[in-house]
């Protein structure tokens, strides 16, 4: 190869690298990114399962940041029992009542009661993919009984921190764009109220303001 020829393929490498560079650039200006959050949200009621959901976009490039965490509170229920009255002696005189006018004494009782609460057969899913036992081994443990998870001060659970104990048809049913719900399942003995706070940031498509 010649001097000339080698100056050429310098000149065409520098401009591949170039091209390369511009394009880079300008993907990085069409995207932008993008954030589903909600703090101390509660959960809805359903069938044994309390539940919400969230959209992650459908042009979504990757996934930056997606955790959660969980205030569990007792569930109370709140009834009202059976109404009493006083007895009271009345007579009858010539067709008149006595005493007259009369009244009747009621008492209306309400009873507040606390459901009794184990944690064995509580899990949690995203999009029907159970992902209890992996936030085990990753954080040691899960609901235990009332307060904040996870316990410690200012932590979070983190899903691409534990995304590769799955396969990977459930690692695109957890990352994959579209909806997605997050549950606790319960049963009679689980039954509990919770406030989910949730942060899913991904980068995307910038459509202008379209959504």
Same mark, same amino acid.
């Given at each position: ?20 560079? =511009? ?62 009255? =006083? ?23 309400? =009873? ?100």
């Amino acid at each position: 190869m010649t001097q000339i020829d080698e100056a050429f393929a310098k000149i065409i490498k520098r401009q591949d690298n170039q091209n390369q560079i =511009e394009k880079q650039r300008q993907f990085q200006r069409r995207n932008t990114v993008s954030d589903s959050k909600a703090d101390f949200q509660s959960m809805l009621r359903g069938i044994n399962r309390l539940y919400t959901g969230f959209t992650i976009s459908r042009d979504v490039q990757f996934i930056m940041r997606y955790t959660f965490s969980l205030h569990v509170r007792p569930l109370v229920t709140t009834f009202a029992q059976t109404i009493l009255t =006083e007895p009271k002696s009345l007579s009858i005189k010539n067709n008149t009542i006595n005493p007259n006018p009369h009244n009747h004494e009621v008492k209306i009782g309400i =009873e507040v009661s606390e459901q009794e609460f184990e944690t064995k057969n509580i899990r949690i899913k995203i999009n029907g993919i159970d992902i209890t036992d992996a936030l085990i081994l990753e954080y040691g443990s899960f609901i235990d009984g009332y307060g904040y998870f996870p316990k410690a001060d200012g932590e979070v659970y983190d899903i691409l921190r534990i995304i590769e104990y799955f396969p990977t048809w459930q690692q695109s049913a957890i990352l994959s764009h579209g909806r997605k719900e997050i549950e606790l399942t319960q049963d009679s003995a689980s039954l509990c109220e919770c406030d989910i706070s949730y942060h899913v940031k991904f980068n995307h498509i910038d459509r202008g303001g379209l959504a």
